[in-house]
């Protein structure tokens, strides 16, 4: 029995009907070449809504944009899971790492959060610029149809009172034991700072209703920490993680 082979993926703004053409951005044309992929190659779409289209890349003067004709196109379909990760600011070669990792575990949407040991200059529109295009890269790596939403900086206050899920954990080596199971499927979890939170952060993050949870390791960097909390969620929850060793995953 052969292994499946997976078809290289491209981004485009948004995806037009069957029969129809879409022109590929400059950035993905790149990719394109990169790839050597040639006229009549067969490829996939997606435009981060969840669908995803069947096509092929059509034959063009040199220099004229990189046409893809469509031939069909799937709906997506609606998450299993939700979480929305929190990270206070950290250097930007790591806060690029957790992106790409948290995109590659399915994070719906991540936050850079400013706290009191943060440092908040480590968290301007570029950094999450940056973000945003290591998710989209993810998002194809890992055969996802979305993308993680990428945003900040945004204050602790605000993390605490707007932060989406019915499993809400705060990250505190002096917390409760991360559960096993049990944790349903839409979490947010919020990771401090190296330096850990302040005595008033604990306080306000208690009093908003969240979870002070402690992971089963030694103290760790915020980046480890954040993706060794995501693996706990996701083992918690029902839904199982697709890793890129087996069928149908991106090479």
Do not use: Y
């Not at 590929?24 to 996939?44: C, F, K, T, Y």
């Not at 070669?93 to 995109?103: I, M, S």
Request: proline fraction near 8%.
């Amino acid at each position: 029995m052969g292994v499946r082979v997976s078809r290289p993926r491209f981004i485009v703004p948004a995806l037009p009907a069957a029969g129809e053409r879409v022109s590929l951005p400059e950035e993905e044309r790149r990719h394109l070449r990169s790839r050597r992929i040639a006229p009549g190659d067969a490829v996939v779409l997606i435009d981060g809504t969840g669908a995803e289209a069947d096509a092929e890349i059509l034959p063009g003067s040199p220099g004229a944009p990189v046409l893809a004709g469509i031939l069909e196109v799937r709906p997506g379909k609606e998450r299993d899971s939700a979480v929305w990760l929190g990270v206070c600011a950290v250097r930007p070669e790591r806060l690029a790492w957790v992106a790409e990792k948290a995109g590659e575990l399915g994070v719906a949407r991540l936050a850079i959060v400013l706290s009191e040991r943060a440092q908040s200059f480590r968290g301007g529109p570029g950094t999450v610029a940056r973000l945003d295009r290591l998710a989209r890269e993810a998002a194809k790596q890992s055969g996802e149809t979305r993308w993680m939403q990428c945003e900040g900086p945004v204050t602790f206050a605000h993390a605490l009172a707007s932060a989406p899920g019915a499993f809400r954990g705060l990250i505190d080596f002096s917390g409760e034991d991360f559960p096993r199971s049990g944790i349903p499927d839409s979490a947010a979890l919020l990771l401090g700072p190296e330096g850990g939170w302040t005595p008033a952060e604990l306080d306000a993050a208690r009093s908003a209703k969240w979870r002070s949870l402690r992971l089963p390791t030694p103290t760790l960097r915020t980046e480890t920490a954040a993706i060794a909390a995501l693996v706990l969620t996701r083992a918690g929850m029902r839904e199982p993680v697709r890793f890129l060793s087996e069928p149908g995953a991106e090479s």
